[in-house]
């Protein structure tokens, strides 16, 4: 039940991404050919087909659940009808591109103003699962389900920064506030180096806290903007070949995780899905053909350089990124692939 929740959810993400592309591009006079959800082949099952024409745009369910679409006229092709892509001003076709991305990172913004208002974040504090032997949080007299809410005399300090200050003072001494059933304790803890950082020998889980509105909508835009950062580090690491095969994965390992926060709890879900929203809205804005982001690039240079790019220059340059993309996708679902075989074994 939970992979078909998952599934569901995500393919509203990717619904949402479309339908911006599809609004915007209507209500700048552009012909949508077909919107459709998933890849390759129609879905038919006898003489059942999961498509149906309404005015002059096709609506359909493919095969293939990675995905969605939506084309339109010109886009793809060499026309200038006044219904085509190509035939409307660089200012159009920049928020036909940009509407798709700018509809996923919306969805983010509501998504977790709303659970930060209703539920909380899941993760705001952190509670303590299990303690490892030898290690200074279980000398110190932590226990199973302490709840640790701020450090170094400041309460109601968000996990994240709690975990940078304990990662940032190896072998000195901090102040960790812990709520343990009714009692606050304030509990002195000296964390230890381990693969380059301090730690003090905790597993925690996230524990939630709700906020109000004015908190909600600033820890909601706090929360992006570590999002937005960690996105360029690994953006930076990747191009300098820093990172390794467990930190990308393809649609099983977005399934997994969707799981396994939804088993814990349904804010933690929510939470996943809003930033698997924002995930999706960033990458489509990279300025790599055939993504949103190199769209957007080239009606900038239309806009600047009054110059329309050579159509069949854009479709080879737009072809060549869309295989470059196929075989990095072919490849992060090959590793999710064998290491589902490998842990299976």
Request: charge should be neutral; hydrophobic fraction near 45%; aromatic fraction near 12%.
């Amino acid at each position: 039940m939970t992979y078909l929740f998952s599934f569901l959810a995500i393919n509203l993400i990717i619904f949402l991404h479309e339908l911006g592309h599809y609004l915007v591009a209507k209500r700048t006079g552009m012909k949508v050919e077909r919107f459709g959800i998933g890849m390759g082949p129609v879905i038919k099952i006898g003489k059942l087909k999961f498509a149906f024409q309404r005015g002059e745009t096709e609506y359909c369910l493919c095969w293939l659940p990675i995905g969605g679409f939506c084309q339109i006229k010109g886009e793809e092709e060499d026309t200038t009808e006044p219904d085509s892509y190509n035939a409307k001003p660089p200012l159009s076709k920049f928020m036909v591109a940009f509407a798709g991305p700018f509809t996923n990172i919306l969805t983010t913004v509501l998504v977790l103003i709303i659970l930060f208002m209703g539920a909380g974040d899941p993760s705001y504090f952190a509670q303590v699962q299990e303690l490892k032997e030898g290690m200074p949080a279980i000398e110190a007299g932590f226990q199973p389900n302490d709840i640790i809410v701020g450090v170094n005399g400041k309460n109601e300090v968000e996990w994240s920064q709690i975990q940078a200050t304990i990662s940032n003072n190896i072998d000195q001494p901090i102040q960790l506030i812990v709520k343990r059933g009714s009692e606050e304790l304030t509990i002195p803890v000296t964390p230890v180096l381990s693969e380059g950082r301090g730690i003090i020998g905790v597993l925690v889980s996230g524990y939630p806290k709700q906020l109000a509105v004015g908190e909600s909508i600033v820890h909601t835009f706090r929360k992006m903007g570590q999002f937005f950062q960690q996105f360029l580090l690994f953006i930076g690491r990747a191009f300098t070949g820093n990172i390794n095969q467990s930190e990308v994965g393809g649609i099983i390992s977005i399934y997994k995780v969707a799981e396994q926060s939804a088993k814990e709890s349904i804010s933690s879900f929510f939470f996943f899905i809003a930033f698997l929203s924002l995930n999706l809205g960033v990458l489509n804005l990279f300025p790599f053909p055939p993504l949103d982001g190199g769209k957007i690039i080239f009606a900038l240079f239309e806009a600047i350089f009054r110059k329309k790019i050579n159509k069949k220059a854009e479709i080879w340059i737009n072809l060549v990124g869309f295989v470059i993309l196929m075989g990095l996708m072919i490849y992060v679902n090959f590793l999710d692939i064998k290491n589902l075989i490998i842990n299976r074994l």
